[in-house]
């Protein structure tokens, strides 16, 4: 052994390393995890697990409304997050407000805990508009589909922060499947040589839409990946909203503190479908799904404020109240959503349109204006309709 690979030294990979077992602070059934289980994490204080039981709960009203939406044709499409409410809200929750936050298509209750309102949100899947929200103004970056692409975004932006002295950290949001992607590779690569404040959470959900983890990846964990970038690697519990946010908020810290970038991963799993035109039968048992289903994360943070004397009917029901105040509301905005304006295709693409594309931006407004008009038999009026 040289020097340089001695225990403790910086080539020893011993601290990068993540558990085998998944970080657990609360059972399934809603008590404490033995301490062996929350390997030296513990758990928050009593105000933030109410404040994770109240956006997950939030979360889940919001997810099944959006679903219910897609279902009724009013979404062009919804990837619901039933069942991994653990990650995205104990992941948004650990960020301070000036960090950013970068998610999927699979995010959309991050972005409503993050506190982006939820008509907005759903702008891009109902094919509107790339992103509904003002990305600079909540610091979340537009939803990206194509896989891993986020991560790089991540490193970039965090990086340009550093150089210029500001203190911002940044949370990635990604799914199993998008840890084999090659952007994921240099997203990695480059904010641990960079040394940038990212914080990876892969989602591992189990499938990547049919394809199951085992033909995705042969390493012990996906956590395990981080070793090899020389980044420090978490394991947890992804359907313990507690120890998501104890290990999101660690790997936060560390990364701020100019200890580097992580990739966290949490095991939690898809309940629905991985889109609403998708149909999980042709692939998975359901006996798989009843499994994950015990393991319910709200159901399980619930349970254990119940326990604990923190959280009574009444406190239970205020949160259920404000989450369906919530759904009726996205209800109600989205049936009064006109569609968008064809001639909006020109908008944005320069700061000041050129000649040609003011040309094709009127002949697009004048064909749909007259489109408009035909179908209304009536002459053409401006009225801003849905064409
Ligand atoms: C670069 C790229 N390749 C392929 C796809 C098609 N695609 C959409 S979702 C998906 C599976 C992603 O699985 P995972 O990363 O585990 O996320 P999940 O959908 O389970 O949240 C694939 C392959 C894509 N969107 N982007």
């Known amino acids: 052994m040289t020097t340089s690979d001695a225990p403790g030294s ?29 390997a030296g994490f513990a758990l928050p204080e009593p105000a933030v697990l109410l404040a994770l039981l109240r956006a997950m709960v939030v979360g889940r009203r919001f997810d099944r409304q959006a679903d219910a ?45 993050r ?11 109902r094919g509107d508009w790339h992103s509904g929200y003002d990305p600079a103004r909540h610091r979340c970056a537009p939803q990206c589909t194509p896989l891993a692409t986020n991560a790089s ?22 799914g199993d499947g998008a840890t084999s992607e090659g952007d994921a590779h240099e997203a990695y690569n480059f904010a641990a040589v960079w040394n940038t404040p990212v914080v ?15 033909r995705q990846s042969a390493a012990p964990t996906l956590a395990h990946k981080a070793v090899g970038y020389g980044m420090r690697g978490y394991h947890v519990d992804g359907n313990d ?49 009843d499994h994950w289903r015990r393991r319910d994360p709200v159901a399980r943070l619930e349970a254990l404020l119940r ?15 404000a989450a369906d105040r919530l759904a009726i509301s996205v209800r109600e905005r989205i049936a009064r959503l006109g569609g968008p ?31 408009r008009a035909a179908r209304a038999g009536a002459p053409a009026a401006d009225t801003g309709e849905e064409v």
């Open 69 to 113: 939406l897609a279902r009724q044709g009013r979404l062009a499409v919804y990837p619901s997050s039933h069942g991994q409410e653990a990650c995205q809200v104990g992941g948004v929750l650990a960020l301070a407000e000036t960090d950013w936050l970068f998610p999927t298509y699979r995010d959309c209750v991050s972005l409503v805990t």
């Open 241 to 289: 909203a507690a120890a998501v946010h104890a290990v999101v908020s660690r790997a936060l810290a560390e990364a701020r503190a100019g200890a580097g970038p992580a990739l966290v991963e949490a095991r939690t799993y898809r309940i629905d479908p991985h889109t609403n035109s998708d149909d999980p039968r042709r692939y998975r048992d359901d006996s798989e799904v």
């Open 200 to 214: 990876f959470l892969v989602q591992n959900n189990q499938w990547a839409i049919s394809v199951p983890l085992r």
């Open 10 to 38: 910086p080539a020893d990979p011993a601290h990068l390393l993540p558990s085998l077992e998944p970080v657990r602070l609360i059972d399934p059934d809603g008590t404490r995890a033995a301490p062996e289980a929350g």
């Open 307 to 321: 326990r604990e004397g923190r959280l009574d009917d009444a406190g239970h029901r205020a949160m259920v109240d």
């Open 153 to 174: 975004h991540a490193v970039g932006l965090t990086y340009a922060a550093r150089r210029k002295g500001e203190d911002v950290a940044a949370l990635v949001l990604m």
């Open 115 to 125: 506190g982006v309102d939820p008509v907005e949100v759903l702008t891009l899947l």
């Open 341 to 371: 304006r064809p001639e909006e295709l020109f908008d944005h693409v320069y700061a000041a349109p050129t000649a040609p594309l003011r040309g094709q931006r009127e002949e697009v407004r004048a064909w749909a204006e007259a489109r």
